[in-house]
């Protein structure tokens, strides 16, 4: 408590904790479209349940590893080199997070550009084990989990100011999550258009791990250019719907 009251009178502190709690929530959207996607392929019943149950192992990820911040600062030492690159443990989860991204999002575009069988229901893979969805969903949790945390750690040295601004991003995707997830069902090629997200996240992830920084900036920027470019398309399709119904009526 004592070193947590100087904090509540410092601006530089406030400063700090407002542009964590963005960086905290923008650095989530990568996990809560890779949630949502996972969790679709459910059943109705266990949709809910397994995004909470995902954001709620990402929140307890990130408080955990903040329990070891001195450790996970640690996973930034090279612990081996190959060809004059040193490689640290933190390289090696990005890279291993970011091809595991490739092969998910790669093996989703396959399944959804199959054909519905003869039965008349979608393909083989439409569907996921609840088991199975919860270890893909804490894979991806990890990774992006001690990712946050470093980059957490990069902008303040107080671990109060960390918690609080994990709390308040996992809060924000507990509360998007399910319309979110609504949104990308009901409209099938956002489904697409967030694979080739997580596809160049994947590719981002192992960029970073190779040591080839990628400024985030460029990243969102080129994510948001898309999703509005998708939302024009959505308003067109819409009103031509609406164009449609009305001539026949």
Known sequence: MDSILPLLSDPTAWAALATLVVMEVVLGIDNLIFISIITNKLPPDQQTRARRIGIGLALILRLGLLGTVAYIVALTQPVFTVFDKAFSWRDLILIGGGLFLLWKATKEIHHTMEPEDKAGG????????????????????????????????????????MVVAVVTAVTVMLLAADPLSRFIAANPTVVMLALGFLIMIGMTLIAEGFGAHVSKGYIYTAMAFSAGVEGLNILARRRRTKQATATRL
């Open 122 to 161: 979608v393909g083989k893979a439409a569907t996921l084990g609840f088991a199975a969805a919860i270890g893909q969903i804490l894979v991806l949790d990890l990774v992006f989990s001690i990712d946050s945390i470093i980059t957490a750690v990069g902008m303040t040295e107080h671990v109060p100011i």
